[in-house]
């Protein structure tokens, strides 16, 4: 495969969690891959400022990192510590030197049945997070996760639902996260798409393939491209008819895949990119 | 607890799918329980004929019967199997002296990512079975099954898409189920319940809860109401005020229910409604 046909493929940091950066980054060179997306967690054990100054070396792109959020607590206090850690976060982005910060919405409250509630709660810490990550050159790509996490990880499950979040504040402060794996089953998406690329606030594009059967959690049964259900093709065509010209990550959690070599992973990664969605 | 405050109340059998036929029967009497939804497994295990007997003789009302439906095969073989199947199923619910024959569409066929294809299917059947039903006093209640399920048990995800599937046909022959555990999340589902009630389109409603985990394969791990996330006045609110005014049935899947005394089980379940739901 030439780095030309991969130059559209960036590789999520999670896909290949058993790598540690600097094998991920000789990973990256050694197959032609040019970008990845990276997660707080492993970049802030390697350091931040030297795991900018690894992928500046390498003259690899940081797509974008993984992740902000979780903005549902009720309490002042919860709700300090969480806008306190994203403002962390968008510092940490803009450290990377990527534009995009990926906000993972978070559940309900222990104890709530208020979707609705929750919800309003995410929009006002978008209001004071958008503009201090605007004035680090940072935009914050709200991500839908399946309805299937609403109760406890994102109650924001739908790309018309995260869109209407973020059009409440400018495309340079808040966008969206389209992945595949998320949006796959609704035949709203692809409206929304249009919505999101008529406004310029796609912000990313995510891969993964819907396989089941889902294993206990639903959290680390995302399939590898071509393997399951959705047709990764037509998701890429609707979001580049939407005006989308920027990096596609593959994002998978997925115990088996961890369970093997990283570097097999990534090169069976970016084969799979070019043989379903290039 | 009176009959009076449960007189809307009905215990789908797979809540308590552990009681025998006769047991559940003697159950629900001697706790002032007057409806159960039947499943065509057990029922036909039993006997179509001994158990419409031994509802009638108990003076037991069947609310429905789960289920017909799986209707995406696309070759001709198949799709004339899944039609006689559910012809059976239809007689089956008159024979039962229910009017109502829940569906579950099916799901995406062996290798397809096509589920606007596999959509259309399950409208070319309807076509077929709408009219049969029409004939025998039995409607068709179109299941929207949480989007988890898309690819192999439900293309039907949310009540948008299945009342867009039931309104291609008349009221008496094709409606939606309305079961909480599948629409809980979708801030479009208001919206959708008050469309179907204004087409006389609400055939079935039903209950469960939301917990997490889910279990793997995320079948059997339906909380027990008010265990979970979901609102269930507020919803039960929302079908009335859409003028449904049937039965509302409890519908668990659940295998740590299942594992205990089918009684008390039927006992908790409906003290549960009455805490919950009432």
């Known amino acids: ?91 940490e982005a803009a450290a990377l030197g990527t534009d995009t ?44 996760l399946h309805p299937m996490y609403a109760s406890d990880r994102c109650v924001v499950s739908t790309l018309a639902q995260a869109l209407d979040l973020a059009e409440r504040f400018p495309a340079q402060q808040v966008g969206v996260t389209v ?5 796959w089953w609704d035949d709203n998406a692809p409206a929304q798409i ?22 206990a959690g639903v959290l680390d049964g995302r399939g590898q491209i071509g393997d399951g259900s959705i047709d990764m093709r037509a998701w890429r065509a609707l979001v580049e008819a939407a005006g989308y010209t920027g990096p596609i990550e593959v994002e998978l959690f997925n115990d088996a895949l961890w369970a093997r070599d990283g570097r097999e992973v990534l090169a069976e990664t970016a084969a799979r990119f070019l043989e379903h969605a290039a």
């Not at 992945?179 to 949006?183: E, G, I, Q, S």
């Not at 249009?194 to 294993?215: C, K, M, N, V, Y």
Request: hydrophobic share 40%.
């Open 101 to 144: 910060l990926v906000l993972v919405s978070g559940g309900l409250p222990a104890g709530s049945k208020d979707l609705r509630g929750a919800r309003e709660r995410v929009a006002e810490a978008l209001a004071e997070l958008g503009p201090y990550a605007e004035a680090r050159g940072v935009r914050l790509a709200v991500e839908p």
């Open 194 to 215: 249009a919505r999101a690329g008529a406004g310029g606030r796609i912000h990313s594009f995510q891969l993964a393939d819907w396989t089941t059967p889902l294993p």
């Open 1 to 91: 495969m030439s780095v030309q046909d991969l130059s559209r493929f960036s590789i999520n940091q999670m896909t290949v969690k058993q790598l540690p950066l600097p094998e991920l980054v000789d990973s990256c060179l050694a197959l032609g891959v040019r970008s990845a997306g990276l997660w707080r967690e492993p970049v802030r054990a390697y350091g931040v400022t030297a795991t900018a100054r690894l992928f500046r070396d390498a003259g690899l792109t940081v797509t974008t990192l993984c992740r902000g959020g979780f903005l549902t607590a009720p309490d002042p206090a919860g709700r300090a510590r969480a806008l306190d850690d994203n403002r962390r976060a968008v510092d």
């Open 179 to 183: 992945d595949t794996y998320h949006v």
